[in-house]
């Protein structure tokens, strides 16, 4: 098996016959800036949870081209049969090591479309072979943790457990899928992998192949008590779901005759809401009120709202293949823009945008922060700007992100009112400029950070919109780039 | 970075906790046998192409656990805050070598729903561990090498590139979906760890940020044809697609004049189908009837479709997201389910099936074969059987494996009928069987066996369905079953 370490070939072919383009033209060490971010909220949030950030800088640590990478890419030939490679440019890339300067969103942010979620400055050559990569972690995680984020809303207040890794995308698909499931706030992952990697609590019992395994359901649940006291969830589904809970019940009671309590019954297939309220009053009847009442069965935050409103008495839910792999929705369409470059630190910069049909698609360009302005702790407005230009001024008017509004935005000025630069400098010249949180910490900033949130701007359907605004300098700077592109037919990279 | 070597932790954790209860109960080493199958086909296929078997095997052969990771499953704890695994569980853990026997379908075999893929037979307790991992890496795989052999059949002799990397779900993700992609029939992937690892063809040329990256479209293909004269596809709409076409001729006459060949240009957004057409005016009228047009954005066999419809003159179709996430339909829901158990091989069997609501879903018994029946190379029907009651004999009459209907299906006998059982022994006691095929071996086999399907059977629409029957005492045994479940008020283990 090939390594995959260091992790320079993680990217699209492209990146490296550009990269040799760029060499042979003594262009590599040109100074670039780089930003990653999308351009709409997956699943029609109002809005989404920056993630992978961890993940993304051991990518970049990483960096860098083995020996066998460098044969293997020695041996690539052209449409005439000749080597694609030069072997100055294999060289140059064999010597390549970290050395980007790295500003994110730490991870459980709370962001929004046409907002630089990572910004990377540094040579353009080393720049560009990092584009592929840090998209798919960036765009994969971020993606998920959203997608948790909203099943945590729907079951309000109750517990949600991903369960998704036999139909995750790949056993790493699965990896960091129960990573941002856990930041997004789901409570435990069944993932065991996952759980040693990031210190995720993991949770699980059995399934219905235990059951089978038996000739007697009753003498399934007996085995597995003795077994395992502490860690009783029976799965009363396998054959006639209220007969399992009521032999749960009675083992539940013998357990509780030798000190144990069992935690809950699981339901997996039938009518949960109907079930579920009819497992609740048995467990209550017999004297087990607070044991859970489990449910899956292919859940997202649709059905566990449907389930709600059906009146289903669960307190735990089991969420899987529409989870990790963002069913309705599996891929974040975020992108990496060239935003500015010069050829050296003492030229002045070229800001540049990449045009496109619409406006709003049109790349923000410059060296860009954003600062969000938030009153007594709720944020209220995101701004934009370039760090070159400065911040906006308290009290300033800004301009809506969408070009096509005219409509000006007043920033709010005031005592109560605080801000916050949410980029952070995390590697500079490759080297960690920051300590970075582990899993739990970036879970609790992630919950503080939705909890601060108007709660219209959460709803899963028909939410508010969380304004965006740019700072005039570089309002004024896309459109003369747009207006200058068009008059000239196109000519847009000045 | 905690190793993901060896497997045993890829899984969850209710198989562990299972596998403590099998072991507490003296079970582990009951003789067992699963199945991992689907019930449905994705994207309401009428085929389905078997892929991932050669990352199966490579994590059986893995399968173990290192002291770190048993020493962090002694750390997990039950409700009572007692540790949840028994030390002496953690030592047989510990002892756990590959030993199940492994016959699969080889990569590339047309598969359908019911019928098994993998075939597992061991110990209960290791064969119970495998099951998360091995349907991860199956149904992904199979999903994905499936959705490429649509997507290629829709491109009806067109060449089809897999560009998904940067919005795969994880690096992981993106590696196995390129490998599954080439399989299905794609021509080559941007994904270069991809393409080193499985040994598969890459390409790659340029993006827009290669053009913004020059003060004119002009000094991008001037420069780009400077440095690889050998590889040049020009990416034509950062600006005007048209003029952009204009622009990389003169480029291609330039590098005509130099001794080399445009490979072609390619599009990215816009009326693909419109610009398509007007590109390849001007490509033949400049004399570059050989030049590729290459497109891209969003596509998938609907698209392709349309796109053709519409009399689009593209070549080569650059698929991205769409394919590598399999974005209508991002999950296979496949199983693994035991199917047969005794206790030690002197003892007779006990064949099982799952009940389900619906009877289809209901799980096979037994020890499960598949009898591929052809007519002068044509597939005409699959027969499931039991290896220890015999396969079905030529001209029998078999089931229906729909139970719902009573329709007997008659197997075709004659001189041009010949027949293959599609199961093959890939491991014995965890040792390989036999040799497993390169992935373009894998590739030329899948090529094939889509070959020789009826066209009818391989639309995208209203494709005709393949019967699929079951052995006459396999069928019996399995409505026995069945009903003693039912009668029995659902007791149905035996």
């Known amino acids: 098996m090939t390594s995959l370490s260091p992790t320079g070939l993680q990217t699209d072919l492209y990146q490296l016959t550009m990269a040799q383009g760029y060499w042979a033209l003594g262009r590599t060490e040109e100074e670039s800036v780089f930003h990653l971010g999308f351009r709409k909220h997956p699943f029609k949030a109002g809005f989404s949870l920056a993630c992978g950030l ?189 007969r399992g809970v009521d032999r749960a019940i009675d083992e539940a009671m013998q357990l509780r005759a030798r000190g144990h309590e069992m935690v809950g019954i699981r339901l997996d297939s039938g009518d949960l809401a109907a079930l579920s309220k009819a497992a609740r009053e048995k467990l209550d009847a017999a004297g087990f009120p607070e044991a859970a009442v489990v449910a899956s069965s292919d859940l997202d935050e649709y059905k566990i709202t449907a389930l709600k409103q059906a009146g289903a008495r669960i307190d735990v839910w089991g969420v899987g293949t529409r989870l990790a792999t963002a069913y309705d929705q599996p891929a974040l369409g975020g992108v990496y823009k060239l935003s500015a470059l010069r050829p050296s630190a003492d030229q002045p910069w070229r800001r540049m945008v990449k045009l496109s049909d619409t406006p709003i698609k049109t790349s923000i360009p410059g060296i860009l922060q954003v600062r969000r302005l938030s009153r007594d702790g709720t944020p209220l407005l995101d701004v934009v700007y370039d760090e070159e230009f400065g911040p906006p001024a308290a009290g300033a008017s800004a301009s809506s992100i969408d070009p096509r509004s005219d409509a000006a935005v007043s920033l709010p000025a005031g005592d109560n009112i605080t801000s916050e630069d949410l980029l952070v400098p995390v590697l500079r010249a490759g080297k960690r400029a920051t300590e970075l949180p582990s899993t739990a910490q970036i879970r609790a900033r992630a919950q503080r950070q939705l909890a601060s949130l108007p709660p219209s701007l959460r709803l899963l359907k028909d939410h508010t919109s969380y304004p965006v605004a740019l700072e005039p300098q570089v309002a004024a700077l896309k459109r003369e780039l747009i207006a200058t592109g068009q008059a000239a037919g196109g000519e847009q990279g000045s």
């Open 54 to 242: 961890q993940q993304a800088v051991e990518l970049i640590e990483d960096f860098g081209y083995s020996e066998p990478q460098l044969t293997y890419l020695a041996r690539l030939t052209g449409n005439d049969g000749e080597r694609l490679f030069d072997p100055g440019f294999l060289e140059w890339l064999g010597l390549q090591r970290p050395c980007v300067d790295l500003d994110a969103m730490p991870e459980g942010t709370v962001c929004f479309a046409h907002e630089p979620l990572l910004r990377v400055r540094g040579p353009l050559g080393q720049a560009q072979l990092l584009e592929t990569a840090l998209l798919t972690i960036v765009n994969f995680q971020t993606l998920i943790a959203t997608k948790a984020a909203r099943i945590v809303t729907a079951a309000a207040g109750g517990t949600v457990l991903e369960f998704g890794l036999r139909r995750a995308q790949g056993l790493d698909g699965g990896l960091s899928a129960s990573r941002a499931a856990y930041i997004g706030g789901c409570a435990a992952t069944s993932n065991v992998a996952a759980g040693m990697r990031y210190d995720i609590p993991i949770k699980g019992t059995h399934a219905h192949s235990w059951v089978m395994s038996f000739a007697e359901e009753t003498e399934a649940f007996a085995g597995y008590a003795k077994v395992m006291p502490n860690n009783c969830v029976f799965l009363v589904d396998t054959y006639d779901t209220l």
